[in-house]
């Protein structure tokens, strides 16, 4: 059993920056590949980003691209999610997942096995 803290949400400006961070306990972390879905009010969870276990792979859906980078720690236990060029469009609950999934089952939220409770972010225009 995984279980999954996400911090480090708020409200900033647009172009500005924040870093969420998601602390993984009670498993192997190493063993799980690790993704970011944002759900916004009135539409459905999207997949944001993902990482392999190994940290070698990692993959982003388009709108964010060039913004977003996500990274792991497996000495910490700890996925981050880096954010810049922030957009009012990129307000959302964002959530980390965790998956002993394959690589081509990332961007389905229906694949993971663990999820956080979410942490707001909130992007001012």
């Known amino acids: 059993q995984v279980q999954l803290v996400e911090s480090g949400g708020g409200l900033v400006q647009a172009g500005g920056s924040l870093r969420l961070s998601c602390a993984a306990s009670?498993?192997?972390?190493?063993?799980?590949?690790l993704g970011w879905f944002r759900q916004a009010p009135g539409k459905e969870r999207e997949f944001v980003a993902a990482?392999?276990?190994?940290?070698?792979?990692?993959y982003y859906t388009d709108p964010v691209k060039g913004r977003f980078t996500i990274s792991r720690n497996n000495a910490n236990n700890t996925v981050y999610l880096q954010m810049n060029s922030l957009k009012p469009e990129d307000t959302a609950v964002y959530y980390c997942?965790?998956?002993?999934?394959?690589?081509?089952?990332?961007?389905?939220?229906?694949?993971?096995?663990?999820w956080g409770q979410g942490t707001q972010v909130t992007v001012s225009s």
């Open positions: 009670g498993g192997t972390f190493s063993r799980y590949a």
């Open positions: 997942a965790a998956t002993l999934g394959r690589s081509f089952y990332y961007t389905i939220w229906s694949r993971y096995d663990y």
């Open positions: 990482i392999s276990w190994s940290g070698g792979s990692t």
